[in-house]
């Protein structure tokens, strides 16, 4: 394991839900990440959070919200989600950014039905 | 812009022969690099990282991965492949200090 948890695993919701994913560490770090993985497509970085502030969003839509509340925790609240937004949602972690490696978690697979 | 190309989809290599993975990028600055594999229905783990000094890095699980500058590359090497290598690696670039863009991923099976 990499120290990075997400929750769920697996979600399926409609398009009219509202959900959240979770992700923790308790590794120390201070920079968190959102990435989106899609069949056949790099990972498309998403939001960036060092320390606790956001430095990056990446023209992701509205219907992403990211929250940071603290160092170790990391949210993404989804809503009116579409079909295409279904793919692997991963997290990680890293020191501080500057060039350290970055720890991921196994990510959630969502579907949007 | 700051991009990484992973020109293959897909690697074979017989067990036991070297393998290489190709990657090239497209930085302003000096580049810091890394490698990251990803197996079935897991996150990504870290490999190996250039950010300065000697021109060959090496990582886990036997991996390295020499930087050429002058032509903008960042291959992935093992001098043996084993089976359970197969699985899906991703080359990334870092800029602006906290962001990781990945390459498009390249499959490496490895057949007995």
């Known amino acids: 394991e990499t120290g990075v948890t997400q929750t769920p695993r697996h979600l399926v919701m409609g398009m009219t839900n509202k959900k959240s994913l979770k992700c923790e560490q308790h590794l120390g770090h201070n920079a968190m990440y959102w990435y989106k993985q899609s069949a056949k497509k790099p990972l498309e970085l998403m939001f960036v959070?060092?320390?606790?502030?956001?430095?990056e969003n990446n023209s992701v839509p509205s219907r992403f919200s990211p929250e940071c509340p603290n160092s170790s925790h990391l949210f993404l609240h989804l809503h009116t989600l579409q079909p295409e937004d279904s793919a692997l949602y991963l997290c990680a972690s890293s020191q501080d950014g500057w060039g350290t490696e970055a720890f991921f978690g196994q990510g959630t697979r969502l579907t949007v039905v | 812009a700051q991009s990484v190309a992973q020109p293959e989809d897909q690697v074979n290599v017989a067990e036991g022969n070297p393998l290489t993975v190709k990657c090239t990028y497209s930085v302003s600055g000096n580049p810091y690099l890394f490698w990251y594999v990803q197996y079935p229905n897991r996150g990504l783990q870290f490999l190996l990282k250039?950010?300065?000094?000697?021109?060959l890095v090496k990582g886990s699980y036997g991996f390295e991965a020499e930087f050429n500058k002058s032509q903008t590359s960042f291959h992935l090497k093992k001098p043996s492949a084993l089976v359970s290598d197969s699985a899906l690696y991703f080359c990334?670039?870092?800029?602006?200090?906290?962001?990781?863009?990945f390459g498009t991923g390249t499959r490496l099976q490895v057949f007995p």
């Open positions: 959070y060092n320390f606790k502030e956001q430095t």
């Open positions: 250039y950010i300065t000094g000697d021109n």
């Open positions: 990334a670039v870092l800029y602006n200090t906290d962001k990781l863009i």
